[in-house]
T-cell receptor, first 114, second 114 residues
C-alpha cells in the first residue's frame, strides 16, 4: 500500500534555531516528492518539488533532500522565524501524469517560539 | 491572478441538509480536484476533473457530487450531509508540465455537520 509517514508529529523550537523534518515513503513507482507548508486556516503552498534524479533542492531557508534508494526525504529549516510556524506536509507522486494519485503525509506541526 | 478561490470559508449544516461548496480558478488549468483534510490524516482525494465535462471519483467519493461545466468552476455538492463529513475541504488546480504537475490549493472551507 502506498504510504507516506512523517516524523515527528509535532515540534517546538526556539526562534533562530535549525530543525529537520523527516519523511519516509513506500510509494511505487516513484515520480516526484513535494514539500508543502500549510499555515493555520490556509491551503498548502508548495515549497519544493524533487524528481527521482534530484537529491537536494533549496527555497530560501528551506532545503529538502531526497534519497530515492532508502525512500527518505528531509526538510531542513535554517535560522527559524516565527513565521515558520505551520504544518509541513510531505507528498509523493507515483506518476508524472495528472496528480490525482498524490499520496499525502499527515504533516509535521512546527511551532517556533520567541 | 486570484488563483484558486473557495466559498464559503465556514459553514455549519444540520444532518440531512444539502449544500454546494464553490471553487473557481483563473489560471486556465484543465485539471482540478477536491480534497478533504481531517485531523491526523493526510489530504484525501474526493473527486477530480481533467477538463470541462469530465469528472472522476477519487479515494473517498461517497456522499459527494461534482460537475465541471466550465474550465474555471468546479463545485462540490453534499447531497445529504452527515456528521462524518465534518472536515476542511480544499479545492486544487493543477499546472501541468513535462517534468511534473504542480498543484495550487484554495484557502479551504471548514464544514461542520451537526
Amino acid at each position: 500500500k502506498n504510504q507516506v509517514e512523517q516524523s515527528p508529529q509535532s515540534l517546538i523550537i526556539l526562534e533562530g534555531k535549525n530543525c529537520t523534518l523527516q519523511c519516509n515513503y513506500t510509494v511505487s513507482p516513484f515520480s516526484n516528492l513535494r514539500w508543502y507548508k500549510q499555515d493555520t486556516g490556509r491551503g498548502p503552498v508548495s515549497l519544493t518539488i524533487m524528481t527521482f534524479s534530484e537529491n537536494t533542492k533549496s527555497n530560501g531557508r528551506y532545503t529538502a533532500t531526497l534519497d530515492a534508494d532508502t525512500k527518505q526525504s528531509s526538510l531542513h529549516i535554517t535560522a527559524s522565524q516565527l513565521s515558520d510556524s505551520a504544518s509541513y506536509i510531505c507528498v509523493v507522486s507515483p506518476s508524472p501524469e495528472y496528480g490525482n494519485k498524490l499520496v499525502f503525509g499527515a504533516g509535521t506541526i512546527l511551532r517556533v517560539k520567541s | 491572478n486570484a488563483g484558486v478561490t473557495q466559498t464559503p470559508k465556514f459553514q455549519v449544516l444540520k444532518t440531512g441538509q444539502s449544500m454546494t461548496l464553490q471553487c473557481a480558478q483563473d489560471m486556465n488549468h484543465e485539471y482540478m480536484s477536491w480534497y478533504r483534510q481531517d485531523p491526523g490524516m493526510g489530504l484525501r482525494l474526493i473527486h477530480y476533473s481533467v477538463g470541462a465535462g469530465i469528472t472522476d471519483q477519487g479515494e473517498v467519493p461517497n456522499g459527494y457530487n461534482v460537475s465541471r461545466s466550465t474550465t474555471e468552476d468546479f463545485p462540490l455538492r453534499l447531497l445529504s450531509a452527515a456528521p462524518s463529513q465534518t472536515s476542511v475541504y480544499f479545492c486544487a488546480s493543477t499546472r501541468t508540465s513535462p517534468s511534473y504537475n504542480e498543484q495550487f490549493f484554495g484557502p479551504g472551507t471548514r464544514l461542520t455537520v451537526l
